[in-house]
């Protein structure tokens, strides 16, 4: 208190300085041992408040972080949270602003710092990927005969004359460039790409193996990059081909067709989605049959493509596994139950049967029919450990299988996916 009247007194005597005696600021910093620019505010704080405006203030900040919220709305958050235990911060905002039109109501943020502090969320932890089983995954061979390689891809999305927007979906075999599939769709979905899918196999047959970019939905976030779509492929006995992230050049095939396409088949745009697809319809005939290929030596895809034999089903069969292995089934969120507790596996392999093959007390291998896709360890801090795929080593694709198989023909598929159904890990 004392140090405060000292201060007090001396910018007074200062400012009285100043104003009666008309000393200058220069030569009143060189007597105090002041800088002009303390000087300058306290003449700025007495011009506006007068004598009071020397008296010393309080350093505490305005705002504080740590209460960036008032008591009246943290208890209203609490009860709303205690209400709706499922809701994160982004939901009690919205419902907020709801109730409180005319009010600025707190950030996501303050409200995310909250609910910690109270106990009422956590973080989620993210699942470990280490310790995970390295897979070799196949290599993809070159396409030297008819529905040995496909190649799948979204030309670049744009709007028809209508508003609505279209995504065209391309599907060529690569050793005949012949254009299987050429349709207008109006999403990437699963269910849309299945169905364009179902078409092409029950026209053409099953390929070897299909060439897919690291998008959706043709590979995912999770298990070994693999999606709902790449799953159905691989339990019809389709081998999948992933290339490099960020290497579309590893599908250059598809995206020199896309240019041509471009070019010819969507400039300008049609009046509606039907009037594309029939337009892209007379472009995949022109295609296949009248546009000769450089690659080809300028034949024609149609003198090079042969249709394999139409497939007997177009559904996975439903695995099953031999003791030892405990056979679980993964629901839609893709969960499986073991000992009356779900644990989160993949949503890519939901409607599938997979097996738990003990290896040591309390912890097994999972398969998903031949494929090592994880460990599980129930009374471990992380319970599943996921698969992951070995790096691809440096340069060009070489013609190789995956380990310990044989080339199989598009005849021998039905074969194989019945060895696949009845076989034991």
């Not at 997979?354 to 912890?363: D, F, H, Q, R, V």
Request: with cysteine.
């Amino acid at each position: 208190m004392a140090e405060d009247c000292e201060r007090t007194l001396l910018r007074r005597g200062l400012i009285r300085e100043l104003f009666e005696e008309e000393r200058s600021i220069s030569e009143l910093s060189q007597r105090y041992g002041l800088s002009r620019k303390t000087i300058h505010s306290w003449k700025r704080r007495y011009e506006q408040e007068g004598l009071k405006g020397l008296e010393p203030k309080s350093r505490r900040p305005h705002r504080s972080p740590r209460e960036a919220i008032s008591r009246q709305w943290k208890e209203e958050v609490v009860a709303l949270k205690r209400r709706r235990r499922r809701w994160g911060a982004k939901k009690l905002v919205a419902e907020l602003k709801r109730r409180h039109a005319d009010k600025a109501v707190v950030s996501e943020r303050t409200i995310g710092r909250l609910l910690r502090a109270a106990g009422l969320t956590h973080d989620r932890r993210r699942r470990s990927r280490k310790n995970g089983p390295l897979i070799q995954w196949p290599n993809r061979p070159i396409a030297s005969a008819s529905n040995l390689v496909w190649a799948i891809d979204f030309k670049g999305d744009f709007f028809l004359q209508d508003g609505t927007r279209v995504y065209p979906l391309t599907l060529e075999d690569l050793y005949s460039r012949f254009l299987l599939e050429l349709r207008a769709l109006e999403a990437t979905t699963f269910v849309a790409v299945k169905a364009s899918c179902r078409r092409v196999f029950s026209a053409y047959g099953l390929p070897e193996g299909i060439v897919v970019d690291n998008g959706k939905p043709f590979a995912g976030e999770g298990l070994l990059g693999l999606s709902r779509l790449s799953c159905w492929w691989m339990s019809l006995g389709i081998k999948v081909y992933f290339i490099e992230p960020s290497k579309p050049y590893q599908n250059g095939h598809l995206e020199r067709l896309h240019g041509t396409l471009k070019i010819e088949a969507t400039q300008p745009p049609s009046t509606s989605l039907k009037a594309q697809q029939r337009r892209f319809d007379r472009w995949r005939e022109y295609y296949n049959q009248q546009r000769p290929h450089e690659a080809l030596a300028q034949r024609y895809p149609s003198e090079l493509y042969v249709p394999g034999p139409k497939p007997t089903s177009l559904d996975p069969l439903v695995l099953h596994y031999p003791s030892p292995v405990i056979e679980r089934y993964v629901k839609s969120g893709g969960e499986f139950n073991f000992c009356g507790k779900l644990y989160f596996l993949s949503e890519a392999l939901s409607g599938y049967n997979i097996g738990l093959k003990p290896i040591a007390s309390e912890k097994f291998q999972i398969f998903w029919g031949q494929l090592l896709v994880g460990w599980f360890q129930p009374a471990a801090a992380d319970p599943i450990r996921l698969a992951r795929r070995k790096k691809k080593a440096s340069g060009r694709a070489l013609k190789s299988e995956a380990p310990n198989s044989k080339p199989t023909t598009s005849g021998d598929r039905q074969l194989g996916r019945k060895k696949i159904a009845s076989w034991a890990p």
